[in-house]
Every structure is written in C-alpha cells, then in structure tokens.
C-alpha cells in the first residue's frame, strides 16, 4: 500500500520561532492536504494543494506541493502558543478512487511562550 | 466543523456490547467517512459511503458496519465490541460536486470510545 512519511513526529519551539514539517510519498499524488487537529477535536482543514510546485497561504502558514508530486512541506512562521496541536498531512492518489485520503501520522507541535 | 456532529463524544462500554455510534451533518455533501485514529498510527479509513445505501469497505472494516439510511447521516456499529476497537473515531464528509475529483474531506469533532 502507500506509504506517507510525515516529519518529524514532534516539535518544541519558543513563541516567536519559525516551524517547518514535511511529508513525502511512496507514490505520486494528485492532491495533498494540510490539517491541525486540537486537543478533544477533529482535524481542520489548514490549506488544500492540487497542482504540482503550488505554493498557497493562509495567514502565517504556507504549503507547498512539491514538483515532484512526492512531497509537501507546511511552514508556520512566527509561532504563537494557540498553533499548538497535531498537524497532519494528507495526500490522494492520482491513479485511485478519488475518495481515499492516505494520512500522514501527524506532527505533534508544542509552542514555549 | 460544527457542520458535522458525532455523537456520542465519549462512550465506556464491556467486550461483547453492541455499540453505535452516530454522524449526523448539515453541510448537504454527499459523501461521508468512518476513520478510527489511534496513538502513532494517525487516521485509518473504516468505511466510507458516495451517496445513501451506497457502502464501501475501507482499509480496517473488519469488526465494524455502517448504516447510510439519509444523505446527512452515517452511522457505525460495533456487533460485539472489543477492547483493541479503543480509539478515537471520526466521521468526515465531502461534497464531490467541488472541484471535480479533489474535494477535501470535513471531520466531525470525535467520539472517544473505551472499551473494557
């Protein structure tokens, strides 16, 4: 099956300090997707990528899909201590069934105010 | 997404209990998702459903059936439950009329499901 390696598993910054995580796949995907799931709730959408070398923003976070369709990375710059949660990454295959989303097994992000 | 509610949010309940847990959501998308998530492993697709009575097996259905009797509501069972069925559950949605083949999926806030 796919694989989808998210990076690295846990972070610890100071307030203030930029953060950058990354995923890549064992396969080319046609979509990726970035979510942050809080404390108690469920994933919420961040940014949607759906073309190869796409960079997008949403405030103070940017994701890039990479060119080679095998990657993303999520930046957050300037932390602040509500940025604090579980980030995920998601991708779908290009050659599936356009239901599946393959996750990532998360970024746990801890901000030091 | 307060567009998508599970209930219950946490359930205890003995091995071998029936259990059942529900998704209901107001979004009018189409299609709906069971994931389970548990510690390291990240989110696993249970079963997933395109439109109502339609119900396709995901990567872990094993142990698990669901119900899609209304577009707005999916419901998951457990016939006799087990304690490695602990974990946190969710239910997503999307709405395939967005952008074709790329719509992302919404996720209901999580039901915590213990079982002893």
């Known amino acids: 099956g796919q694989q989808l390696n998210q990076s690295p598993q846990s972070m610890f910054i100071q307030e203030g300090e930029d953060v950058s995580m990354n995923c890549t796949s064992s396969s080319i995907f046609n979509t990726w997707l970035w979510y942050k799931q809080d404390p108690g709730e469920g994933p919420v959408l961040l940014i949607a990528?759906?073309?190869?070398?796409e960079l997008t923003s949403n405030g103070r976070l940017t994701a890039q899909f990479g060119i080679t369709r095998k990657d993303s990375f999520l930046n957050i710059s300037a932390s602040i201590p509500s940025d604090v949660g579980i980030y995920f990454c998601?991708?779908?295959?290009?050659?599936?069934?356009?239901?599946?989303?393959?996750f990532g097994k998360g970024t746990l992000l801890t901000v030091n105010p | 997404d307060a567009d998508v509610t599970q209930t219950p949010r946490n359930r205890i309940t003995k091995t071998g209990k029936r259990i059942m847990l529900e998704c209901s959501q107001t979004k009018g998308h189409d299609r709906m998702y069971w994931y389970r998530q548990d510690p390291g492993l990240g989110l696993r697709l249970i079963y997933y459903s395109f439109d109502v009575k339609d119900i396709n097996k995901g990567e872990i259905s094993d142990g698990y059936s669901v119900s899609r009797q209304a577009q707005a509501k999916f419901s998951l069972s457990l016939e006799s439950a087990i304690p490695n069925q602990t974990a946190l559950y969710f239910c997503?949605?999307?709405?395939?009329?967005?952008?074709?083949?790329?719509?992302?999926?919404?996720f209901g806030d999580g039901t915590r499901l213990s079982i002893l």
């Open positions: 997503a949605t999307s709405d395939s009329a967005m952008t074709g083949l790329n719509q992302p999926q919404h």
């Open positions: 990528l759906y073309k190869a070398g």
């Open positions: 998601a991708g779908r295959n290009s050659g599936g069934s356009n239901y599946k989303l393959t």
